[in-house]
């Protein structure tokens, strides 16, 4: 079922909707939540606390496309769910990723909201210059938390293949960073 036809079925507040949902979306928040939190059951509870959030924020949102909003209110869901958890305690299960990225992007910078979202459509209009397929290895190591491993088995690539391409796209990162007024260097 596409995009508009799950929307209409929650806006018209009809269950189905959310079954619909999850037959074409669960899979992906499942192994993001999963990548996220690591256990099983915080990663269903996380996906279903997503469903339940698209379905409130449906109406008066309509999304379009709804698979980048469905997808974005899962990460948060996950995110959130694992701070929660982690709180006063370090976890590294997401961290991996994360720190590949701290190398090109000032912490001081991700303090201040404003400037956060600023550098977000940074970081966009810079992946918007990449090619596809780097815009998808990109995607889904830093957006959706996968690792190496299944990024180069999906794609069909050696995992060397995806970590160069990865580091390589980083260090164009930090140097549209720079150029864009981001880092100090």
């Not at 929660?84 to 303090?111: F, H, N, Q």
Request: hydrophobic share 35%; aromatic share 10%.
């Amino acid at each position: 079922m596409d995009d508009y036809n799950i929307t209409r079925l929650i806006w018209e507040r009809l269950e189905r909707g959310i079954t619909e949902m999850a037959k074409k979306f669960g899979k992906r928040l499942h192994r993001t939540a999963m990548n996220i939190l690591g256990r099983r059951e915080d990663a269903e509870e996380s996906v279903n606390d997503t469903y339940l959030a698209v379905w409130n924020a449906i109406p008066p949102k309509q999304p379009d496309p709804l698979s980048g909003f469905v997808y974005q209110t899962g990460r948060y869901i996950a995110l959130d769910k694992l701070r929660y958890i982690t709180a006063d305690k370090r976890d590294g299960r997401y961290d991996a990723s994360i720190d590949e990225l701290a190398e090109c992007i000032p912490s001081k910078v991700l303090e201040e909201t404003v400037e956060a979202r600023e550098l977000g459509r940074a970081i966009n209009a810079f992946l918007a210059g990449q090619r596809a397929d780097n815009r998808a290895i990109f995607l889904r190591r830093y957006w959706y938390g996968d690792s190496v491993r299944e990024i180069a088995k999906d794609l069909e690539l050696l995992p060397n293949t995806v970590t160069i391409r990865l580091g390589r796209m980083r260090m164009k990162l930090h140097e549209y960073l720079r150029k864009e007024g981001y880092c100090d260097e």
